[in-house]
């Protein structure tokens, strides 16, 4: 049977021990509806439970809350666990007290996230199997969890603000004294929980951390959650400015809003700065500055760039040819994508097809 998560948005005053009560309510009556209760998660700050349920599907799980204890989930999404246990560190209740009724889990499912993009000049790039094993190392000195390590992205998972930093920072440096001189790692930490009430398993906080490798290289590139929350467990002791960026809520709320915008719409071989206007509901002379400012680009480059970053992809595939990628990739002709992709990366479409 498949497996979901879903989210309740708690009242305040509500307890780890209440949370675990009401799970314990739901396991007694499972059988009813096919459901098995894996586990679950309470963060108290943030006033948010997720439960892990193996069932038939979505309407037996509020079937079974509603008659247990009356809580219906505000979300529910299918996981996959292997993807739940990488972030959150298991996919079961922890081994129970002999000595307690109820087996209270006051254990928030909130993560920071690190995304780490190697980049090779131009070209993105992967570490070598030496330099990866030396970053695991580092990793799980401080706690952290290696989500992900493919070509694009490593994506890492902490449960402490404080060893997130001081963790990727140790990291950065070991990778700054490696490296040769065209390489550089471009890295962006956010955080977040696992659902928000319309996106997947954390979604929006994995986007965010990525989009964040795009602002600079220089610095590692932080959100002002992430800021805050590092204060707070260190006594307001500030971050190294020359080293950590921090980017304001209002930059944050900005930079998804164009990408997500892009996104949906790259494909749209019309897709010019008075579409983003309009979205955005800013000038174009706003709407320059902005991304300017935050991206070191224009709009127009900045949508060229995520088209041939999928055309890279579809090269790659070899399932299509320079032709299909260039309008699949929203190009209006080869000949064009042709010519940007060489002053791009500096070789031509069908040189770099036959490199790979």
């Not at 127009?300 to 970053?309: F, G, K, S």
Request: glycine share 4%.
């Amino acid at each position: 049977m498949p497996i979901y998560m879903d989210r309740h948005d708690v009242s305040q005053g509500v307890t780890a021990e209440d949370v675990a009560d009401l799970h314990n309510q739901d396991l007694i009556v499972q059988h009813k509806y096919c459901c098995k209760g894996l586990s679950y998660w309470f963060d108290e700050d943030r006033s948010t439970a997720f439960c892990l349920v193996e069932a038939p599907n979505m309407d037996a799980i509020i079937e079974m809350h509603t008659n247990s204890h009356g809580d219906v989930p505000n979300t529910i999404i299918e996981v996959d666990t292997s993807i739940v246990e990488s972030f959150l560190g298991r996919i079961e209740d922890p081994t129970k007290s002999q000595k307690k009724e109820l087996n209270i889990v006051n254990n928030p499912g909130f993560r920071i996230l690190a995304a780490l993009k190697f980049m090779d000049g131009q070209y993105l790039t992967s570490p070598s199997k030496e330099v990866l094993e030396k970053i695991k190392n580092i990793i799980e000195n401080y706690a952290g969890r290696l989500i992900d390590s493919h070509k694009e992205y490593l994506l890492i998972s902490f449960t402490s603000t404080t060893n997130a930093l001081h963790g990727i920072l140790e990291l950065k440096e070991y990778y700054v004294s490696t490296k040769k001189s065209k390489e550089q790692i471009r890295i962006g930490i956010g955080a977040g929980v696992p659902i928000t009430k319309n996106h997947g398993f954390f979604e929006e906080t994995i986007k965010t951390a990525k989009r964040l490798t795009d602002i600079q290289h220089s610095h590692i590139i932080i959100t002002t959650e992430v800021k805050e929350l590092y204060e707070s467990e260190n006594q307001n002791k500030r971050l190294n400015p020359d080293i950590f960026k921090i980017l304001l809520f209002q930059e944050e709320e900005f930079l998804n809003d164009v990408m997500n915008y892009l996104d949906s719409e790259w494909q749209n071989p019309n897709l010019g700065v008075d579409d983003f206007c309009s979205h955005l509901g800013l000038s174009t002379s706003q709407l320059y500055r902005k991304t300017k400012s935050l991206l070191q680009t224009s709009t127009n480059y900045l949508i060229q760039r995520h088209r041939l970053n999928k055309a890279i992809k579809l090269l790659i595939k070899k399932d299509m040819n320079i032709s299909e990628i260039a309008f699949e990739t929203g190009f209006n002709s080869a000949a064009y994508f042709t010519k940007c992709f060489q002053k791009e990366y500096n070789i031509l479409p069908s040189n770099y097809l036959k490199s790979v």
